[in-house]
């Protein structure tokens, strides 16, 4: 599977964005698509994950209630609205895909280059 990840920008804190990622290749063969973020000098971590059939959805602690994951399957797109963002919300923001019922970073691929997200306080 191929991912891109668009909609990054700049916003100030408080504000909105809503990531996209476009899927491509055997789509249908992954249980799992998710969202990870990596700030500077920090590790890669997960965010939100949502499973393509069904839709069940999870979130990390730190984004419960702020931010929403969802998917078009028709598009193969998957989506990050952010809301209420924060100054430590700024990193760059990946998508990528498992087979597993898991959010474990180590079991997803189709790594793409990521979007940037900078939240100015």
């Known amino acids: 599977v191929q991912l891109q990840a668009s909609g990054g920008g700049l916003v100030q804190a408080g504000g909105s964005l809503r990531l996209s990622c476009a899927a491509s290749?055997?789509?249908?063969?992954?249980?799992?698509m998710g969202w990870f973020r990596q700030a500077p000098g920090k590790e890669r971590v997960f965010v939100a994950a949502?499973?393509?059939?069904?839709?069940?959805?999870y979130y990390a602690d730190s984004v419960k209630g702020r931010f929403t994951i969802s998917r078009d399957n028709a598009k193969n797109t998957f989506y990050l609205q952010m809301n209420s963002l924060k100054y430590e919300d700024t990193a760059v923001y990946y998508c990528?895909?498992?087979?597993?019922?898991?959010?474990?970073?180590?079991?997803?691929?189709?790594w793409g280059p990521g979007t940037q997200v900078t939240v100015s306080s």
């Open positions: 949502i499973n393509w059939s069904g839709g069940s959805t």
């Open positions: 990528a895909a498992t087979f597993y019922d898991s959010i474990a970073i180590h079991e997803y691929d189709g």
């Open positions: 290749g055997r789509t249908r063969s992954y249980y799992r």
